[in-house]
């Protein structure tokens, strides 16, 4: 199972944001960080605020920072939310895809319980599980215990 760019940078600024819980960070410092481009990172930052993942503070002083305890959100549903409408094969789509093996396809009953299984997984890890600061000498990133 492959997660979108999206996803992958979503938790990466999730995963960043729970080592540090109390801070606000701008978009100029994580895209920084992770050397990202500050205008894709505006993008995820929106739709984990719209996910209710993070809470944006305005003006000059502004940033952003979870929006709830990490204890309380788990990667399965930061993954449910950021890859909505990214099917995991073509026979998945709301129109169910142009493969013609559809109508005797044994297969996709399996990828459909993988795919619950492994989002049933996800959804026992949380961000505490996964937080992490980055050092302060370097740019590897590191666990938090």
Do not use: N, W
Not at 55 to 65: C, D, K
Not at 80 to 103: A, H, I, K, N, Y
């Amino acid at each position: 199972m492959r997660l979108t760019m999206f996803t992958d940078f979503g938790l990466r600024v999730l995963m960043r944001l729970a080592g540090e819980p109390g801070r606000l960070f701008t978009s100029e410092q994580i895209a920084d960080e992770f050397a990202l481009s500050r205008h894709h990172l505006q993008k995820v930052v929106r739709a984990l605020a719209e996910g209710g993942f993070v809470a944006t503070v305005r003006g000059a002083a502004g940033g952003f920072r979870l929006a709830k305890d990490a204890q309380d959100i788990t990667v399965g549903s930061v993954v449910r939310r950021l890859e909505q409408g990214q099917p995991m094969v073509e026979c998945f789509r709301d129109d169910g895809g142009r493969c013609v093996l559809t109508p005797r396809c044994k297969l996709k009953r399996h990828l459909a319980e993988a795919e619950k299984r492994y989002l049933e997984y996800l959804e026992t890890v949380s961000l505490t599980d996964c937080a992490y600061v980055l050092p302060s000498s370097g740019t590897t990133h590191r666990p938090v215990r």
